[in-house]
């Protein structure tokens, strides 16, 4: 039995009435099984199971119904936490300090939800309790099998959020490809869940590639075919596909699909390439994909979605009356999902100041090869510096601090952005030999150091001042005028901070540092007042951004930034 959460700290972990936890943590609404509706993908990785996902959750959010979603990553890591950016994209932070994949920031910016790290399953979670059951005698005299003991613990963890976080439908994105080697076990606990939960409280839906070939302009339907021959090899049958092509499925194209995949045709929806990815909800429900769902879960409630403020919204994304440019000063350039909350937290105030932001990726690198070429950065309306690690590009993050900092161009700082420009300041006022430790352990002027708690850790995974913590704000400060509070939560993920013993130097030197620990011994924000914008939060507030409600910090840089714009287009 798995227990529910006591007392009502908000919506994801409230109680509702008429739920009742039954074997295997099954969770009923007023007797009714719990709703799961499963998303796979096929053909090729990246494109946009966690858009289409999200998107189906807003669908049926539009109607009324209450969702929840969790993400499924088959790779063997115990989580997101130690793996690089560029191999797997951002790593995403929860409320509850969970290291999880990006995937889960993108549901809970169109659903407008807290998860936690339950939402997210990986392989290495799963062969971990497993493993740690066997060898605690748990599983005594059995021999431990992939099917039924891997299976039913993935099954376990699946109906547990059902349990836990009680909705009207769990949504489940099974990560990779079908046919990859690891992903089998998830996709048989999705076909045993089937037979388990029935066939109306289980959906499948695959997102696959529909690609036109450029010689013809002729969509390809083959790849779909095949990805859901392999599916249903597995012994799943996909009840609807969402296509993804550059522009919408003819009809010759979606009957053929239906006919070779053994599909309804009023199944088969399209999601085309769109200027704001907050539109597919809405081409996806014009295509009848909330009526389908509504009518195949047999969900009782409003059939008629409203969509009033939402379409209000994208329109801001996609009819913006200006446009600022502003440079991303970082190390992790290769791949934009390496900076995707924050690329979000910057089109979401984009919108709310009726400007689209056009972002260029940057290596700094280059800076320190070439001082000369920190030029280009005059040409942005700001210069922002996102969170990272190591020493390498870090001199030319300084150099690029330095040039907003002379230069009076709005710069954002955030998490290792915070940090270097703590030693960019301390330079200029006479620490010439200022460093973190991290990129230098021996300098004589540690401004930036390891917290004293880091010092005895040597795991890696999960061990980093992690989640949500409370922070005090200065009154009179610009942070303070952003928040409109004195006291908020921020989502964290570091090792180093400010040291403490240069704090009342660099006061004295100008600095201000306007948000600090609830205990008063961490520096949070810091701003340099006399300037059109210069911020550096050492939180990541990227991660609570929501399109209708802009991150503050990065809601004041865009307005700073547009001012310049504006400011320097007038005659």
């Excluded at 959010?61 to 115990?78: C, E, H, W």
């Excluded at 961490?522 to 802009?550: C, D, W, Y």
């Amino acid at each position: 039995m798995i227990e529910k959460p006591e007392g009502n700290d908000g919506d994801e972990g409230s109680e509702r009435p008429g739920w009742a936890d039954t074997d295997f943590g099954v969770a009923r609404l007023n007797g009714k099984r719990a709703k799961y509706l499963f998303v796979t993908g096929g053909v090729m990785s990246g494109i946009g199971k966690g858009v289409a996902t999200a998107s189906l959750g807003k669908i049926l959010q539009a109607r009324g119904f209450s969702v929840t979603v969790m993400k499924i990553d088959p790779y063997l890591n115990v989580d997101a936490g130690t793996m690089n950016p560029l191999v797997h994209g951002e790593v995403f932070v929860t409320e509850d300090g969970g290291e999880v994949d990006m995937d889960i920031g993108t549901y809970e910016r169109f659903l407008d939800l807290n998860l936690t790290k339950e939402h997210n399953i990986t392989t290495g979670q799963i062969y971990l309790s497993v493993i740690e059951k066997e060898r605690r005698g748990d599983l005594l005299g059995k021999c431990v099998q992939i099917i039924p003991h891997v299976t039913d613990e993935i099954k376990s963890r699946i109906k547990g959020i059902a349990a836990k976080y009680p909705v009207d439908v769990v949504l489940v994105e099974i990560g990779g490809t079908v046919g990859d080697i690891e992903g089998l076990p998830f996709l048989e606990a999705a076909r045993q869940m089937r037979l388990e939960e029935g066939f109306g409280n289980v959906i499948n839906v695959h997102v696959t590639l529909v690609p036109v070939l450029d010689v013809v302009g002729e969509q390809k339907t083959k790849p779909t075919q095949h990805s859901i021959q392999e599916l249903r090899r597995i012994g799943i049958q996909p009840d609807a596909i969402i296509a993804r092509s550059k522009r919408p499925l003819s009809e010759t194209s979606k009957k053929k699909i239906a006919l070779f995949c053994n599909v309804e045709e009023r199944a088969v929806f399209t999601s085309p390439d769109v200027e704001s990815i907050y539109q597919i909800p809405l081409i996806l429900d014009e295509q009848g994909a909330g009526d389908y769902l509504v009518e195949r879960f047999g969900l009782r409630g409003s059939s008629q979605p409203d969509w009033s403020n939402w379409r209000a919204l994208v329109k801001r994304f996609i009819e913006p009356r200006y446009s600022v440019r502003i440079a991303m000063c970082g190390k992790y350039t290769e791949l934009a999902d390496s900076y995707v909350s924050v690329n979000e937290a910057l089109k979401h105030s984009g919108a709310a100041c009726d400007s689209k932001v056009h972002i260029d990726w940057i290596g700094t690198e280059e800076f320190e090869e070439d001082e000369e070429g920190l030029e280009l950065l005059r040409d942005y309306d700001g210069i922002l510096i996102p969170g990272g690690f190591g020493a390498r590009g870090a001199e030319g993050k300084i150099r690029a601090i330095s040039f907003a900092r002379s230069n009076d161009i709005p710069f954002l700082g955030i998490c290792y952005g915070f940090q270097l420009s703590i030693v960019e300041f301390a330079r200029s006022i006479g620490f010439k030999d200022a460093n973190s430790t991290e990129i230098d352990p021996y300098t004589k002027s540690p401004v930036i150091d390891l917290m004293p708690e880091q010092k005895s850790i040597n795991l890696m995974g999960s061990t980093m001042r992690l989640g949500a913590h409370r922070i005090v704000l200065k009154e009179g400060s610009m942070a303070m005028r952003l928040y409109g509070k004195k006291i908020l939560t921020e989502r964290h993920r570091h090792r180093y901070e400010v040291n403490p013993r240069y704090l009342e130097a660099l006061e004295r030197g100008g600095l201000v540092f306007s948000g600090m620990s609830e205990d008063g011994l961490r520096a949070e924000i810091v701003e340099l007042p006399g300037m059109r914008f210069f911020m550096a939060t050492q939180f990541h507030a990227e991660f609570k951004s929501r399109p209708n409600r802009p991150s503050p910090p990065y809601l004041g840089f865009v307005r700073a930034c547009l001012e310049r714009r504006l400011g320097r287009s007038k005659p």
